[in-house]
């Protein structure tokens, strides 16, 4: 199943902030939205960087309370590994097992235009499956 289905599924909605975000907001964005990470974006809406949970703990743990008031730009990933609409979940999960994240930002030409989590892609993945099943019970039966 290629991104550009997932998304036609799911949407395009996408949690984005600000580099300068305060660490608190990100904080408080993650609990209240019950999401896994947000994307940071610069003016143009391109990808400037991606915070997840796993960054935050990881933070907390580095340096203490005080990073509620840094900006979330000083923790943050900014080297993020994005993907495209035409590639396939099978492209993605074996994105995420190397990178060992779980979310990954759709860009087409540098805009940020959704986001696919290893959920989305499991989703994806089992109504595959059971399609598929699904076809060969029907081919069976017909012969």
């Known amino acids: 199943m290629q ?21 608190m907001a990100i904080i ?21 960087g991606i915070i997840s949970e796993r960054d935050v ?3 907390l743990a580095q340096n203490g309370a005080s990073v509620v008031d840094q900006p979330v730009s000083t ?7 994005t ?17 060992r994240f779980r979310h990954l930002p759709v860009v087409s030409d540098t805009h940020l235009v959704g986001i696919i989590s290893i959920g989305d892609i499991v989703k994806a993945r089992i109504e595959e499956v059971q399609r598929e ?10 012969s």
């Open 3 to 23: 991104v550009s289905a997932i998304l036609a599924e799911k949407g395009h909605d996408v949690a984005t902030a600000m580099p300068d975000a305060p660490m």
């Open 57 to 59: 703990v990881r933070a």
């Open 83 to 99: 993907c495209a609409e035409h590639e396939s979940s099978h492209d993605l999960m074996a994105k995420m097992t190397s990178g």
């Open 28 to 48: 408080e964005d993650l609990a209240d939205k019950n999401i896994g990470a947000i994307v940071i974006t610069n003016a143009q809406n391109g990808v400037a």
């Open 133 to 142: 099943a699904e076809a060969l019970r029907d081919y069976i039966a017909s």
């Open 75 to 81: 923790f943050m990933t900014q080297s993020v590994v």
